[in-house]
């Protein structure tokens, strides 16, 4: 009678214990079928060079992942697509934007520079390759939102001047959504950029997030008075 009372108890603890893995192995199909069900009422596409793509971290703390899930959480349903390469140009923003239209974005969120005035590319081709491209998404109806960005020191104060004022002057020019500087607050900070002091970490992206959700916000509200609204 003992053995056979130690055997029941066994077998409980095998079915108490296939019936935990089997929920365990339910979970994740259960969080994509979820994910799957979710209505996003637009798109949103991430453009830019590596600090868009998130260079040197899993795309899911890049920038464009933490900007969904901080939308999704205050009620605002729009999927975020990543479509940033790193090492890109103004002027390879400029030849893939037709591309980025395939996506069928509501708004583009624009960062793009950065590698230009690393290069010392002439800020009147990269104002001219972002002008470009800011017209071709406005005749596709797509809201801008523009990310300023600045350049170093060391390219001279002249160049630094005119690099600078490319990014407020055709928001202006165009009345964009316009964020001042992507890397605001981040910038400079050995605890928020990797060891190259380029590119941010997962904490710096979690303030890059912060600080830009208002543009974004405000890119949303813009939707309600916009032909390529989808609601």
Not at 191 to 201: E, F
């Amino acid at each position: 009678m003992r053995q056979f009372r130690l055997f029941c108890i066994f077998c409980l603890a095998l079915t108490l214990l296939a019936a935990g893995c089997q929920k365990k192995s339910r979970q994740p199909e259960d969080q994509k079928k979820a994910e799957k069900t979710i209505e996003y009422k637009g798109t949103i596409a991430a453009v830019g060079n590596s600090l868009t793509e998130g260079y040197g971290l899993d795309e899911s703390q890049a920038y464009p992942a933490l900007l969904e899930k901080k939308l999704r959480k205050n009620g605002h349903y729009y999927k975020v697509i990543n479509a940033g390469i790193s090492g890109e140009t103004s002027s390879g923003t400029l030849s893939r934007i037709r591309w980025i239209l395939n996506l069928k974005p509501d708004i583009v969120i624009l960062e793009t520079g950065a590698n230009d005035g690393l290069r010392g590319i002439d800020p009147e081709l990269t104002k001219r390759n972002i002008l470009e491209t800011v017209l071709i998404l406005k005749e596709n109806n797509v809201v801008v939102v523009l990310a300023g960005m600045k350049m170093i020191q060391n390219m001279g104060q002249e160049y630094t001047k005119k690099f600078a004022s490319i990014y407020p002057d055709i928001a202006k020019q165009h009345e964009l959504v316009f964020f001042p500087f992507f890397l605001e607050d981040v910038a400079g900070s050995p605890l928020l950029n990797q060891a190259d002091g380029i590119h941010p970490t997962a904490g710096g992206y979690e303030i890059i997030v912060e600080k830009i959700y208002p543009y974004v916000i405000k890119a949303v509200k813009t939707l309600k008075n916009h032909p390529h609204q989808k609601e």
